[in-house]
């Protein structure tokens, strides 16, 4: 099918799991509303300054093909020194902000956007300036310009009400306007970003392609394991490196102990904003053994450090494993007693049920992943339909339910924990001997590659273009929320004021790939530099900050 869809353009690779496909400006909307018609969703889009190659600026645009077990990407390049693109949101519109952070961050002009404000650079960012541009430092530094005046006037009858960027029940900075009619919400918009760290130009600039996963790692204070994966993937995709059966085996390990975390965080977050403090310290002490377990393993409790391209870092001996299975087998029974008895508290499922709905057709059109989809009828997870690491020789059940709703959601990662425990059980259990890590291999240069892992919110996808030996010419990580955030106007419609902050819970947001590196004085908490990581080591060392 997909073939089909792409007959006359240019494939610039096929294989059996990807396919790169270059498109003609004129056919771009076509050939997206085509992969869509064909049962591939939108992934998410990568803005690429290559003049340094070719004089010109490309985006891709990536397609998840659940059906065929397959990713599909479509280049799309600007003439020669022109910086204009068709827009495909008018027919795809989960693209819109992958096109909007390339509008932002590059320069790229999309012609037929219906919204080109915007997305990641605040007000005051200065006009004409794009930090992804090759020639831009990372280091610079810009003074403020002056933002746009100007706002729109409420409506008498709709009363606005902030939550965020600080509130009670959001413990990390987003911004969102509920528009309110009574007590019940009638709309929604969400303001994010504000506080971007600026990753992908440190990674460009400065790192190389080994200290990268270390930074990959830090994206997200909960599932960083899963997007350092998701890196090695790429550059191991780009540059054709084989990972050891062994270390594929620990890899898999790492990344469901990570998701048992992952969930079990989740499910005391969503027991306290429920109004059941008892279920939330119960479930973050059966997440103690969890995080025993990590640490036994990698020496960290949360931060792995595991991964390294071509392979792991650290091994789990016989002596270990036997230690694992049995603080596993404690948070399995710890974990099954608290969640049955939170399932069955029905003061807790009124809360939940018919509460946020997202309908199926619209989580599909804005390209939703992971239990945000699942809970929504969508069968779709990475794992099984694009198997990485060791996922391919475990057994395990997807599970998916139609409710729509919060506790449809709920419900997604309760199921979830509990095959994790299994995979976690089985991939021990038949972990082979061998090596750790492959070293022997060469990187191409400027070779496209793509790593793709279900972390516990969903579908993470990294795109890698090498550059090099050593360096990596661009690299683009989309965590899951970026995918699962526009869906939250939608859940939020209809709803009381008072499930707002369960609401936006229930997709597990990770706000932290927006936060900014600081550097603080450890004797009187001050502030001494926000801004790259670099530059504030070379000022605070100077005596500059």
Known sequence: MVVEVLKGCKILRHDDRVTVAEVSPERAREIAKGLFNAGCYYSCGMGVDERPVNMRFAMYHVFNCEAERRHVILKLTTPTNELTLPSITPV??????????AMDMLGIIFDGHPEPERLILPEDWPEGVYPLRKDFPYNKKLPPAKPKEGRKKPRPDIIEVPLGPYHPTLHEPEYFELYVKGDKIVDAKYRGFHIHRGMEKLAESRMTLNQVPFLAERICGICGCT????????????AGIYVPERARYIRTIMLEIERLHSHLLWFGVACHLLGFDSGFMHLWRAREYIMDIAELITGNRKTYGI?????VRRDIPEKK?????????????????????????????????????????KGREIGVVGPVARASGIDTDVRRDHPYAAYGDLDFEVPVYKGEDVLSRFLVRYDETFQSF???????DNMPEGELINEDYEIPSFKLGLGVTEAPRGEDVHLVITWGENKVYRWHPRASTYNNLPAIPIMLRGNDIADAPIIIASID??????????IIDSENGRVLWRGSLEEGIRRVGNGKA
């Open 92 to 101: 795809i519109e989960g693209a819109s902000w992958s096109e909007r952070e």
């Open 227 to 238: 997007h350092s994966t998701a890196y090695c993937q790429a550059v191991e995709d780009a």
């Open 509 to 518: 947001p990770c706000f932290s790939c927006t936060d900014h590196v600081s």
């Open 321 to 361: 494993k036997r230690k694992v299975l049995e603080l596993l087998d404690l948070a399995e029974k710890d974990s099954r007693e608290i969640l049955d008895n939170v399932v069955k508290m029905g003061e807790l499922k009124e809360r939940m049920e018919n509460v946020g709905v997202l309908p199926k057709k």
């Open 422 to 428: 299994s995979m976690i059980k089985q991939a021990l």
């Open 307 to 311: 991964n390294i391209i071509g392979g």
